[in-house]
């Protein structure tokens, strides 16, 4: 078991270097991923459905819901414009998410300033900084959306690579 774990914190580890060399690739795999997890939810719904009906827990909606996952899910397998358009709409809702999160950063350090005897009055600024750049990033991501595949497909190899280095470390400790 000490060899496999080993092994397979190597292959987390390769698979981490190649996605922060690829980023852009690496982030548009989510759509795939989502779209094959669509599948095997849809088929295991299939597959479990009379046993759940026996116990109450399931009826036609749940079939005909494992059935429409699965028809959705290939639909968004085989088709790449689905699978751009479902990475634009994840890249927009971050850049969005984004200048709220930099807006209520903002609009909470102001409440604390003006909050008499406030325990962390003191750095309202530097979170009213904090937020504004927040802000900025956001509609920057916007006007360019690859921006953030390139980010999140970068910071998931860089985790994908610290769980490998984790995983070899227990290998090495078992």
């Known amino acids: 078991m000490k060899v496999i774990t080993i092994i397979l914190g190597g292959l987390l580890v390769v698979g981490g270097i190649y996605c922060v060399f690829s ?3 690496t982030y548009s795999a989510i759509s795939w991923l989502i779209g ?3 599948v095997v939810e849809g088929v295991g719904g299939i597959i479990t459905w009379s046993d759940r ?3 109450g827990l399931a009826n036609g ?6 059935i429409i996952s699965i028809l959705l899910g290939v639909f968004l397998l085989g088709s790449f414009l689905m699978r751009f358009a479902v990475d634009m709409f994840i890249a927009y809702l971050i850049a969005i998410w984004l200048v709220v999160a930099g807006v ?3 609009v909470a350090a102001i409440a604390v300033r003006n909050s008499e005897g406030a325990a962390g009055a003191k750095g309202w600024i530097g979170q009213v ?3 504004v750049l927040i802000v900025i990033l956001g509609i920057l991501c916007i006007f360019n959306p690859l921006s953030i595949w390139a980010g999140v497909g970068l910071m998931l190899g860089l985790s994908i690579v610290l769980v490998g ?3 070899i470390m227990v290998g090495f400790e078992m």
Do not use: E, F, N, Q
């Open 61 to 66: 909606w749940t079939l005909a819901g494992a």
């Open 165 to 167: 280095i984790g995983t």
């Open 104 to 106: 209520t950063r903002i």
């Open 23 to 25: 980023p852009v690739a």
């Open 129 to 131: 900084v904090l937020g």
């Open 36 to 38: 094959l997890s669509m």
């Open 53 to 55: 009906r026996k116990l």
